[in-house]
T-cell receptor, first 119, second 115 residues
């Protein structure tokens, strides 16, 4: 089945630094990828929709200058958390849909997530 | 606006018991899709099932079964003869059929299966 790879799995960084998270679709092309954030014991909240070759679409309340998204190719989207603060510590998960899957709307396939800890 | 409600925050059962996880959704769309995902302690999200709004047939896959009722806007998930490996957080999710088609997730139900 479709595989989405996310890297790194976890990262610890100091407050004020930037962290880049990569999301790759390994065996399919994805014109759209979705970035979610999950706080401990909470649900997944959509942060932004990453569009290949164009600007990302951010959800209300998500700072686009803080969470930079680049979708430069059909298999790679990156999320950069700039000037990270402890409150940015969370589990970030990317997802993509394999358009080749039939039967209507294909499910989102998720990466394994990145646990970010900002000290 | 879309909304998914999973009223059960946490459920604890003993192995071999049957358990039903509830999901109620709200949407103005006439065409939409419903999903269930499993998130084990390791964190990855595992796709379990997809159902479109025109298909109200119940589905069974091994020990898993799903009951979709449009009349009550519910899409419940039953695990028969639960096992310890079923322990995880289960999310119900909703997507519009057109447009961006991102998933809106419920708050999740944490299932603990005791040996």
């Amino acid at each position: 089945g479709a595989v989405v790879s996310q890297h790194p799995s976890w990262v610890i960084c100091k407050s004020g630094t930037s962290v880049k998270i990569e999301c790759r679709s390994l065996d399919f092309q994805a014109t759209t990828m979705f970035w979610y954030r999950q706080f401990p014991k909470q649900s997944l909240m959509l942060m932004a929709t990453s569009n290949e070759g164009s600007k990302a679409t951010y959800e209300q309340g998500v700072e686009k200058d803080k969470f930079l998204i680049n979708h430069a190719s059909l298999t790679l989207s990156t999320l950069t958390v700039t000037s990270a603060h402890p409150e940015d510590s969370s589990f970030y998960i990317c997802s993509a849909r394999d358009g080749r899957e039939g039967g209507g709307l294909s499910p989102l396939h998720f990466g394994n997530g990145t646990r970010l800890t900002v000290t | 606006a879309q909304k998914v409600t999973q009223a059960q925050t946490e459920i604890s059962v003993v192995e071999k018991e049957d358990v039903t996880l509830d999901c109620v959704y709200e949407t103005r769309d006439t065409t939409y899709y419903l999903f269930w995902y499993k998130q084990p302690p390791s964190g990855e999200l595992v796709f379990l099932i997809r159902r479109n709004s025109f298909d109200e047939q119940n589905e069974i896959s091994g020990r898993y079964s799903w009951n979709f009722q449009k009349s009550t806007s519910s899409f419940n998930f039953t695990i028969t003869a639960s096992q310890v490996v079923d322990s995880a957080v289960y999310f119900c999710a909703l997507s519009e059929a057109a447009g961006r088609r991102a998933l809106t997730f419920g708050s999740g139900t944490r299932l603990q299966v005791q040996p």
